[in-house]
Nanobody, 124 residues
Framework: QVQLVQSGGGLVQAGGSLRLSCAASGRTFSLYAMGWFRQAPGKEREFIAVIRWNGGRHYIAPSVKGRFTISRDNGLVYLQMNSLKPEDTAVYYC???????????????????WGQGTQVTVAS
């Protein structure tokens, strides 16, 4: 089993920055990749970013590329969010996968464990 605990988030003005953290514990040696998703009210969960557990290859969704970055340090995975916009308002989730399919972590079904979610609100 793997446990994911998220921290960070909150309320920020448009143009500001936030960093989300996701701490993984348990059988982390079995992990292949970590991802970030978000879900805005009334919308489907949206893929944001994915990174290999060993910190190598990563991918950022085009919708946030250039503003968001994903990184990993020991048992923590970070989502750095800059130049935030009101449309970035959502609940953000981290996820951990034991194996990643052909879509390379862009689908929810590729993940085995999920964090508790954290609210990010961007005020205009």
């Amino acid at each position: 089993q793997v446990q994911l605990v998220q921290s960070g988030g909150g309320l920020v003005q448009a143009g500001g920055s936030l960093r989300l953290s996701c701490a993984a514990s348990g059988r982390t040696f079995s992990l292949y990749a970590m991802g970030w998703f978000r879900q805005a009210p009334g919308k489907e969960r949206e893929f944001i970013a994915v990174i290999r557990w060993n910190g190598g290859r990563h991918y950022i969704a085009p919708s946030v590329k250039g503003r968001f970055t994903i990184s990993r340090d020991n048992g923590l995975v970070y989502l750095q969010m800059n130049s935030l916009k009101p449309e970035d308002t959502a609940v953000y989730y981290c996820a951990a996968g034991l194996a990643i399919g052909d879509s390379w972590g862009r689908l929810e079904g590729e993940y085995d464990y999920w964090g508790q979610g954290t609210q990010v609100t961007v005020a205009s």
